[in-house]
């Protein structure tokens, strides 16, 4: 039975308390870097894959094909300057199109 690991990708500073939880961390310098560290990622045998928001703003595409595979689930997370809503907003597509209606924000689904 392999086991399955989680893995943060974000800049260094925002990442690095993971490290002390054993988590596997993958920090990105620019957004030119960031494609290969997540191919790299998806890979691997990561059950989960945590990337601060303001690094995956930049392979948002890449990210909506992740998203469609039952594994990795994808979560995006605030870097330490705050949260850009992004990790919100994506919570609320799973939600509504799970359920067909927006249960975060009340609206109804199309």
């Known amino acids: 039975m392999s086991m399955y690991k989680v893995a943060v990708i974000g800049d260094?500073?925002?990442?690095?308390?993971?490290k002390s939880l054993g988590v596997a961390t993958y920090p990105v310098t620019g957004e030119d870097e960031l494609p290969r560290v997540l191919n790299r990622v998806t890979r691997e045998n990561y059950a989960v894959i945590c990337i601060t928001e303001n690094v995956a703003q930049h392979v948002m595409p890449q990210l909506e094909e992740l998203n469609k595979k039952l594994l990795p689930a994808i979560l995006l997370i605030p870097n330490n300057q705050g949260?850009?809503?992004?990790?919100?907003?994506?919570?609320?597509?799973?939600?509504?199109?799970a359920i067909g209606a927006d249960i975060l924000f009340g609206k109804e689904g199309s």
Do not use: C, P, T, Y
Not at 12 to 18: P, T
Not at 91 to 97: M, T
């Open 12 to 18: 260094k500073d925002s990442i690095l308390g993971f």
């Open 83 to 97: 949260a850009l809503g992004l990790g919100m907003e994506q919570i609320r597509r799973n939600a509504e199109k």
